[in-house]
């Protein structure tokens, strides 16, 4: 059974950073591309960023040169780091992974960015 289990989220000011931290269980975790989405009260789910297998990047156009992706294969963790933050950043922030055709989600993890 594929557990994703997201930290690190919080309460922080307007140009402040954060770093998200995804814990992966019950899969070969090295295999698989794993993404970060996003969901702010009363909206959709968004994609914000994505490391695949070999290591490649994709992010949204709103968080390019703010976020980072990265990933640990030895811990099976996947991390986002969130530098200069905006109050639109503000969102329960969800690992996700695709496997065997099926999509698995933590229970996320809340970004508030307020002053």
């Known amino acids: 059974q594929v557990h994703l289990v997201e930290s690190g989220g919080g309460l922080v000011q307007p140009g402040e950073s954060l770093r998200l931290s995804c814990a992966a269980s019950g899969l070969n975790f090295k295999l698989y591309a794993m993404n970060w989405f996003r969901q702010a009260p009363g909206e959709q789910r968004d994609l914000v960023a994505t490391?695949?297998?070999?290591?490649?990047?994709t992010y949204a156009d709103s968080v390019k040169d703010r976020f980072t992706i990265s990933r640990n294969n030895v811990r099976n963790l996947v991390f986002l780091q969130m530098n200069s933050l905006k109050p639109e950043d503000t969102a329960r922030y969800y690992c996700?992974?695709?496997?065997?055709?099926?999509?698995?989600w933590g229970r996320g993890t809340q970004v508030i960015v307020s002053s």
């Open positions: 490391i695949t297998s070999n290591g490649d990047t």
């Open positions: 996700n992974v695709r496997f065997r055709n099926n999509d698995y």
